[in-house]
């Protein structure tokens, strides 16, 4: 626990009923921004945006040199995606993948696209549409760290990132996906997991569970204790928010810690620290 | 000291040639191993990706990608969000790839050993004891090795059977090393098992080198309760355990892995496949007693599953044409990023781009390959010595029933264990099918009709087998595994005789 005092330390300040750990660090992915504690590590994150991968981080020389030799012998063409974009196609088992990589201001900005054959143009011309519209910074737009892709939102985007503790076993993870209808599933049937637990022999215990507002959205936050024979006893947090319909601005949006029960004093205190901090980046 | 010479146990009526009268002489019968090759269902075998250990991870997901070990569960599908959109992570890649056959390998050691370490924990309780077992008389002239082949599930059963053949050369390659005599395997098959055996058997060259298969809750024509978890999840109301609670309660998670691998295709009823009643059509659905659709008439392929089942009518449509009742909703095969219509021009391009539909067809197309190869219309191909045993007096789909009610509310057609596919009706009304818990006799899984498919009358003791037992842990039945210990004496009987009928004897 003094480790996760030490980490979390930082000035508390009241809004809309939520004590607010003020966070230096702040990530922003997607539509939103989050507030990062020192000392939890980062492990890797994902977007997409109208069906397009896509990853912004900072330019390594040479790294798009390593790429295309590791397809080197299953690339099929070189498009021509605009000034200052290098991309190829290639094919992987029967599927045909265009990668492509802009630098801007420092930053490869990256897109992993496929098509079906004889659509090459059209997956071309969103992929070039995606990189010519990343800027850098994230004030706006869908973000990927440095900085954010100004288009839509989109009827189909999602983003995952994932930190882990500083020891232990512990992780946290932050997860959207547009909607079609809002998701009253995620994380919300608590009896459907008691059910997969008593199957295994084991018991789960809802430590507890209530509404809780981040950002302004109204979601569910559920912490439970699973305790499985033979296995040490794991506690997960989770607040999900179902998102609106076909609304990329309000995407169903998860949180989660999980770890060993060792380990809950450090994940609640990430927890308390990081939900306070979300906040919506403005689409435009 | 005596001279020692080695004879084989089926030479023991040979003259020895050339032993010299004032020697003393030793001879020692060399037993014939017969290995017995246990063949796992579907996700009974550990998958990872291939180049790794199976520990660790990359891009936030485990190099161990399909365990049924409870804390690989636990921390994957139960510890995880876990939607449809994870699990096609999981077991096909990122958005952009589609299956592919390397995606995934067995996770087992390199050279496998006896091939346990890559399989389903829950087999190892049946394992032991046929490894632990008196064969009595029989231990004169056999040993039995025990051994399991996994294979990539998720993969064409035709790749699986290739895989198998091969391994029962290496088994047979290793057990011969050792003992100095083997020629054959048994294979002891667990419900997709059954596939993949005879598969191996009958298809891949593999049937001279096998004295025979004892086959276990075998879906030899298929089972409509595969199509039920792709509309519904995997149902509640039989004792399920922690793996097929894990596999998905919906119709969204199941659709999501099972749509996108040839593997799971293969489970679906084919064109042989009747129901309990004989009769084809198993999809069935009814309205006051009165049926509405009655399929399949003769295939299943072209009048269900290639058939997109959408399950909201179209605006203004009446009556609407939508045919929920199709086996897969094209946008739960890739969830991720399949856009719904109606977006911007750039959601319009990611919607042109989509080809998650053609490449299920693709994979649909591998299924029914298998299954027209593997299950004629002269019937289904099979092990000459072949013994089978069927589950019996569990709920099981041997059809899929849904009742139409009026629709008064919009709702979701994917509640957990259920589907209602919306539509219009003549007169203009918006109506709901129902889907109905399954009725029919089975394991649970696989309905009798299907069970009995490789069946066949004056078989040797003990002959194929009814039993009231429960699919996934059929072998962990005590009658079961009393009933697979005497089919395996039957083959071996039958391997026994097979050498000695010249010279006669019983064993």
């Given at each position: ?17 939520e ?35 896509v ?19 299953k ?14 196609w ?5 599927d ?23 659509k090459?143009?059209v ?27 100004h ?45 997969m ?10 430590l ?21 024979p ?25 949180f ?29 | ?13 040979e003259?020895?040639?050339g032993?010299e009268?004032k ?66 992570r ?7 790839q ?6 995934l ?20 309780i049946?394992?032991?004891?046929l ?8 231990d ?15 993969d064409?059963?035709k ?33 997709m ?12 060259g593999?049937r ?8 276990g ?7 409509p ?22 596999l ?40 006051d ?8 008439q ?39 990023k ?13 919607a ?24 004629p ?28 009610e ?16 919306f ?13 109905q ?18 069946d ?12 009231r037992?429960?699919h ?19 083959m ?8 000695r ?7």
């Amino acid at each position: 626990m003094k480790g996760a005092l030490l980490l979390f330390a930082g000035l508390i300040v009241s809004c809309a009923g939520e004590k607010r750990v003020e966070l230096k660090n702040k990530e922003a992915i997607g539509r939103f921004r989050v507030g990062v504690p020192d000392g939890l590590a980062f492990v890797s994150r994902s977007q997409m945006i109208y069906g397009v991968e896509v990853a912004a981080v900072p330019e390594q020389p040479g790294a798009w040199d390593a790429k295309v030799a590791a397809h080197a012998d299953k690339i099929v063409s070189r498009p021509s995606l605009g000034a200052g974009v290098a991309a190829f196609w290639y094919k992987e088992g029967s599927d045909l993948v265009l990668e492509a990589q802009a630098l801007r201001e420092g930053v490869a900005v990256s897109i992993v696209r496929d098509a079906p054959e004889g659509k090459e143009a059209v997956a071309e011309k969103l992929s070039a549409a995606v990189l010519e519209n990343y800027k850098p910074g994230t004030g706006a737009g869908f973000c990927l760290g440095p900085g954010a892709i100004h288009m839509g939102p989109s009827l189909s985007e999602s983003v995952r990132i994932i930190w882990d503790l500083p020891a232990g076993a512990g992780r946290v993870e932050f997860s959207t996906q547009t909607v079609t209808e809002p998701d009253n599933k995620t994380f919300m049937d608590v009896e459907e997991e008691r059910g997969m637990t008593g199957a295994a022999g084991g018991t789960l215990t809802v430590l507890s569970e209530r509404d809780r507002t981040l950002a302004g959205l109204n979601g569910r936050e559920i912490r439970i204790r699973v305790a499985l024979p033979g296995q040490e006893p794991q506690v997960r947090l989770t607040w999900h928010y179902p998102g609106v319909g076909r609304d990329g601005a309000k995407p169903r949006i998860d949180f989660l810690a999980k770890g060993p029960a060792a380990l809950q004093p450090q994940l609640e205190a990430a927890w308390e620290a990081m939900l306070p901090s979300l906040e919506s980046v403005p689409v435009k | 000291m005596p001279k020692k010479h080695q004879v084989d146990w089926n030479k023991v009526d040979e003259f020895l040639a050339g032993l010299e009268t004032k020697e003393t002489h030793e001879i020692e019968v060399r037993r014939e191993a017969i290995p017995l090759v246990f063949v796992p269902g579907i996700m009974g075998t550990h998958l990872r990706r291939p180049g790794t250990n199976g520990e660790g991870e990359a891009d936030g997901f485990p190099n161990l990608r399909w365990s049924t070990a409870t804390g690989w569960m636990l921390s994957n599908l139960i510890f995880a969000s876990s939607d449809g959109a994870y699990r096609r992570r999981l077991i096909v890649g990122k958005p952009h790839q589609t299956f592919n056959p390397e995606f995934l390998e067995v996770d087992e050691d390199s050279p496998p050993g006896d091939g346990w370490r890559g399989i389903m924990e829950d087999y190892h309780i049946f394992l032991n004891k046929l490894r632990e077992h008196d064969w009595k008389e029989l231990d004169k002239y056999f040993v039995f090795p025990v051994y399991a082949v996994g294979y990539n599930w998720t993969d064409d059963v035709k790749a699986a059977g290739t895989y198998l053949a091969k391994r029962i050369d290496s088994i047979i390659e290793e057990a011969r090393k050792i003992t100095g005599l083997c020629e054959k395997v048994i294979l002891i098959s667990h419900s997709m098992g059954g596939l993949v055996s005879r598969t191996a058997s009958e298809l891949c060259g593999a049937r001279e080198n096998i004295v025979g298969i004892v086959h276990g809750v075998q879906p030899v024509n298929g089972s409509p309760g595969a199509y039920w978890r792709m509309k519904a999840g995997f149902e509640g109301f039989n004792s399920l355990g922690l793996v097929q609670r894990a596999l998905g309660n919906d119709g969204p998670k199941v659709t999501a892995i099972m749509g996108n691998i040839p593997g799971g295709l293969t489970l679906l009823p084919n064109k042989l496949y009747k129901a309990n009643d004989g009769k084809a059509e198993w999809v069935r659905v009814t309205e006051d007693g009165r049926l509405l659709v009655a399929e399949p008439q003769t295939n299943p392929y072209d009048e269900i599953y290639r058939r997109k089942a959408v399950v909201h009518p179209k605006a203004g449509e009446k009556p609407s044409t939508n045919e929920y009742w199709g086996l897969v909703d094209p946008v739960l095969l890739n969830p991720e990023k399949t856009a719904p219509e109606g977006g911007d021009p750039f959601d319009e391009m990611n919607a042109e781009l989509d080809k998650s539909w053609d490449v299920y067809l693709k994979n649909l197309a591998i299924a029914e390959a298998l299954h027209d190869q593997l299950s004629p219309s002269t019937g289904p191909l099979q092990h000459p010595q072949t013994l089978a045993a069927t589950g019996i007096q569990h709920k099981s789909a041997d059809v899929v029933e849904m009742h139409v009610e009026s629709n008064w509310i919009r709702s979701d057609p994917y509640p957990n264990q259920c589907f209602r596919g919306f539509f219009v009706n003549a007169a203009g009304k918006d109506m709901q099918a129902v889907l109905q818990d399954p009725a029919g006799d089975g394991d649970g899984t696989v309905p009798t009709s299907s069970g009995v498919g490789v069946d066949a009358p004056n078989r040797p003791a003990p002959g194929d087998i009814k039993l009231r037992m429960e699919h996934q842990p059929a072998y962990e039945n005590k009658l079961m595994q009393e009933w697979a210990i005497k089919a395996i004496t039957a083959m071996v009987k039958h391997r026994y005789w097979e050498q000695r009928k010249p010279a006669g004897g019983a064993p």
